[in-house]
Nanobody, 116 residues
Framework: QVQLVESGGGLVQPGGSLRLSCAAS????????MRWYRQAPGKERELVAT????????NYADSVKGRFTISRDNAKNTVYPQMNSLKPDDTAVYYC?????????WGQGTQVTVSS
């Protein structure tokens, strides 16, 4: 079965950096685009970044453009958002997402808190 396991969250000061990871299993990872979402308290879940199956194309929400970089290692079945210049508004639970045929799959999420 599909499994998505996020890691790498934590507490970071404003202006700092974090790299999250999503380890995937149970499907042919190299055949699918992967996405990261985030959800802050009291807010709707927001699409943050997308990477295509080969990693050749990426898309970002305007709120993170220029600060976040999404990449993937198909040999390791892992996708990574590198988050730089973090702001308090980036505080949220971050989720890895797969859309496969008619279904969506989510990881358990990893908390990112940006605070001094």
């Amino acid at each position: 079965q599909v499994q998505l396991v996020e890691s790498g969250g934590g507490l970071v000061q404003p202006g700092g950096s974090l790299r999250l990871s999503c380890a995937a299993s149970g499907f042919t990872f190299s055949s699918y685009s992967m996405r990261w979402y985030r959800q802050a308290p009291g807010k709707e879940r927001e699409l943050v970044a997308t990477v295509t199956s080969t990693g050749s194309n990426t898309n970002y929400a305007d709120s993170v453009k220029g600060r976040f970089t999404i990449s993937r290692d198909n040999a390791k079945n892992t996708v990574y958002p590198q988050m730089n210049s973090l702001k308090p508004d980036d505080t949220a639970v971050y989720y890895c997402n797969l859309r496969r045929q008619a279904f969506e799959y989510w990881g358990q999420g990893t908390q990112v808190t940006v605070s001094s």
